[in-house]
């Protein structure tokens, strides 16, 4: 069997199942489990741009794929009347305050000598500098947090509209997906600049607290993103349900096709979802490959294999690692602005960086680690079985269970632990495929 028979029987596999659980499950969650399986592939081959090709160790995944949801809510949605009048000029100016403290910090580095002076030098400097910065920005925020606080409560965002027409400019998502892929790209290049010099894994160490920062910070500062609030109601670039039920002829469209207007305006939504998030992927795929194929590519390679062979050859490791770190954490980024587009609202509690990072890394080594079509293979596959295990292991406890008394102790608990049948299952394919198949499902050539 060929390789692209064997690749093309694997991706029939995975959308006959996905097919088939519309037939059981219903249209609506086989779509949902397509659109979010396409948003896990784009995080898949963001992943597998660090590790597949360079061999950096990234466990802050999460961390990328939360400034894109920001991204979503600062170009989404409208800003809030009066909060910025209230507190704007105040935030910007601590800002620029903390940024002349570290160029001031830098600058002390760069001038003095190394010695104990330029240690207690910097270590005033920064001092100073954070004592400054809250003394600005914590008046400020507490006017902004004021505006209005059940309602909004933050500073909103750049969307023209008003709090009620906003939604009318969904358009401007479109914008946000890529501004999300700038943000993540602008916290890599400050992370990989501070932390590329580390081995693996203190790398890794480093990436997973930094995710925590980052979530942290949008958790807890409700003048930015409300916080455990949560913003809800960002617009879609895509046509509201209502709309479409309302409208005759899409509702006489739906009858000729055997649906109702409510769960046909629903499949029709995420169908629209599904064509532009096939869209993206399409094309970070192709720039992924072209990337791959390239002798920038064939250098990261070099680089990932032997790191000192690479450097003696005039490699610099260093800069090309920092290069493939910001590329595949924009991607990242993409993906977050997209799954905040999907859902409609940012929800930072709901963002797991241990939880979810270890999730598309299990998507990146069952689908190939450094094949860019095995890790969409594995953003697929393993988001599938991701949602489906549950429901799947309760049926068969259910099955397991139908002998034993109603009130027995044993069924009770089998019932019980179909809920973590997830964790065990993603173990479990894990162990077979790094048994059977070692390099993944579609390995790097």
């Known amino acids: 069997m060929t390789d692209t028979v064997k690749n093309s029987l694997l991706f029939a596999l995975v959308f006959t199942l996905i097919i088939i659980s519309g037939f059981f ?33 990234n466990v802050g995944v999460m961390g990328f794929v939360a400034l894109g949801g920001l991204a979503a809510v600062l170009v989404g949605m409208p800003a809030t009347p009066g909060a910025f009048s209230a507190g704007g000029p105040g935030v910007i100016l601590a800002i620029l305050l903390g940024a002349a403290t570290i160029i001031v910090a830098v600058f002390t580095y760069k001038k003095m000598s190394a010695g104990r002076n330029r240690s207690l030098a910097i270590t005033a400097i920064l001092i100073f500098g954070f004592f400054v910065f809250r003394g600005f920005l914590d008046p400020a925020v507490g006017l902004i947090e004021d505006v209005n606080p059940a309602a909004t409560g933050y500073l909103g965002g750049l969307n023209p509209g008003t709090q009620d027409t906003y939604r009318d400019n969904g358009w401007i998502m479109l914008i946000a997906w890529p501004v999300g892929g700038l943000f993540a790209a602008g916290a890599a290049w400050l992370i990989g600049k501070a932390a590329l010099g580390l081995r693996s894994d203190y790398l890794a160490i480093a990436t997973l607290g930094i995710a925590e920062i980052i979530i942290a910070v949008l958790k807890n500062e409700d003048w930015l993103t409300r916080g455990v609030k949560n913003v809800v109601g960002v617009p879609r670039p895509v046509p509201y349900e209502l709309d479409l039920q309302n409208s005759a002829q899409f509702v006489e469209r ?61 490699k610099d490791v260093t800069a090309r ?48 680690s450094g094949s860019n079509l095995g890790s969409i293979l594995g953003g697929f596959l393993i988001w599938f079985l991701w949602v489906q295990v549950e429901p799947i292991g309760l ?34 394919i894990m162990i077979l495929v790094l048994r059977f198949s070692p390099r993944g499902l579609i390995p790097e050539k």
């Open 321 to 368: 690692h920092l290069q493939v770190f910001i590329l595949g954490s924009a991607i990242c980024g993409i993906a977050g602005a997209m799954m905040t587009t999907l859902d409609g609202q940012l929800t930072p509690g709901t963002y797991q960086p241990l939880r979810f990072t270890f999730l598309v890394w299990v998507m990146v080594i069952v689908g190939g």
């Open 395 to 428: 049926f068969l406890m259910d099955i397991i269970t139908a002998g034993m008394a109603e009130d027995s102790a044993l069924r009770a608990h089998l019932i019980d632990s179909a809920a973590q049948m997830r964790l065990m299952t993603m173990g479990l």
């Open 254 to 314: 739906a009858a000729a096709m055997g649906f109702d207007p409510v769960e046909g305006s629903t499949i029709f939504v995420k169908l629209l979802y599904a064509a532009l998030f096939a869209a993206v992927l399409g094309i970070i795929f192709y720039l992924s490959q072209r990337a791959l194929n390239s002798p920038w590519g064939r250098m990261l390679r070099a680089i990932r294999d032997n790191e000192v062979a690479a450097e003696a050859m005039g």
């Open 25 to 57: 499950q219903g249209w609506n969650n086989a779509m949902f489990i397509l659109n979010m399986g396409i948003i896990s592939a784009i995080m898949a081959l963001g992943v597998n741009l660090q590790w597949g090709y360079a061999g950096l160790f």
